[in-house]
């Protein structure tokens, strides 16, 4: 930590430089002062939610870190804690299964965390967007214009306050108070995922199988991957890859950003729906102390 470069104006530890590493591949709360001992994430890992659980993927293998129906997953490196989507309602629990508690009965589609302000979101069956504190607590629905069934997917924008979400047959944005609901995207014909490239600030989306990009307006849209069979449930991207999951064949997908490779990672899963990216978390936003 003796080379952190750091003018003493910095608001985090995320504006200040260092050769060799960047503050993402750090276990840090981001308010520590320079000099700070941080503990090392490791390798990148995905978590990916299936019909039987919860699968950790890395270097080509899958470790089932959990039972039942999940439909979303999202995960606090802070306390290591994985948030899902069950047919019980909202739960999480350590990656080692211990802690493990309920944080909502709703029954949702799609989960999110937002470290900037230590809050959970979630879209439910029945249209509505809700929010809670981590733990559950003060728990509220925003009054937006959705139909029943057609939420399926949000993303988080805690740099600029925004909320992405599949407003079937478009994409709508709003404020993260739930003010401001805008349409960005329309007439698609079945979306299904989306998430945001934090590195060059892009939308990625499916619809009926094949995968998008556009800018954070909805413009500029251009195709990633045609439709190929496959049925794209969940998205991540990181600075290199591309990953998605193929809900029918059961397959876990990369693709390299430069090359345009498409490699399969693991296949067998059950259904897999939704994947969370550990290297795929917004920069310079201050992680929340619970």
């Known amino acids: 930590m003796d080379d952190l470069r750091c003018n003493g104006d910095e608001n985090s530890l995320f504006n200040c430089s260092y050769p060799g590493w960047t503050i993402n591949d750090l276990n840090c709360s981001h308010d520590q002062a320079a000099g ?10 995905l978590l990916v939610a299936t019909a039987v659980g919860i699968f ?15 439909d979303s997953v999202d995960y606090d490196p802070k306390t290591d804690f994985m948030y899902r989507a ?9 990656r080692d299964g211990g802690g493990q508690e309920t944080i909502d009965s709703a029954r949702v589609w799609c989960l999110r965390l937002d470290h900037a302000g230590g809050n959970v979101y979630w879209s439910k069956l029945d249209g509505r967007i809700s929010v809670a504190r981590k733990d559950g607590s003060f728990v509220r629905s925003f009054a937006l214009l959705t139909s029943q069934g057609s939420a399926r997917h949000l993303v988080l924008d805690p740099r600029n306050g925004l909320m992405y979400w599949v407003n079937s047959p478009g994409i709508d944005r709003a404020a993260m108070d739930g003010s401001n609901q805008t349409t960005i995207i ?4 079945d979306p299904r995922a989306i998430t945001i490239d934090y590195t060059e600030n892009r939308l990625y989306y499916s ?8 800018d ?7 195709l990633v991957k045609p439709k190929d069979g496959g049925d794209v449930r969940g ?5 290199d890859y591309i990953y998605w999951t193929h809900f029918w064949t059961g397959e876990v997908i990369r693709l390299s950003k ?11 899963l059950k259904f897999p729906h939704d994947i969370f990216l550990s290297t795929a978390s917004p920069p310079n936003v201050t992680n929340d102390n619970e």
């Open 235 to 239: 998205i991540a991207v990181g600075a």
């Open 186 to 189: 329309r007439n698609l014909t």
């Open 36 to 45: 700070v001992e941080c503990t090392e994430i490791g390798e990148p890992f």
């Open 207 to 214: 619809d009926i199988g094949a995968i998008y990009s556009s």
């Open 258 to 268: 430069s090359s345009m490779n498409q490699t399969v990672l693991v296949d067998g």
């Open 56 to 70: 950790q993927v890395k270097d080509g293998s899958k470790v089932q870190m959990s039972s039942g129906w999940d």
């Open 86 to 94: 069950t047919r019980e309602g909202i739960e999480r629990a350590r």
């Open 216 to 222: 954070m307006l909805g413009n500029n849209i251009q």
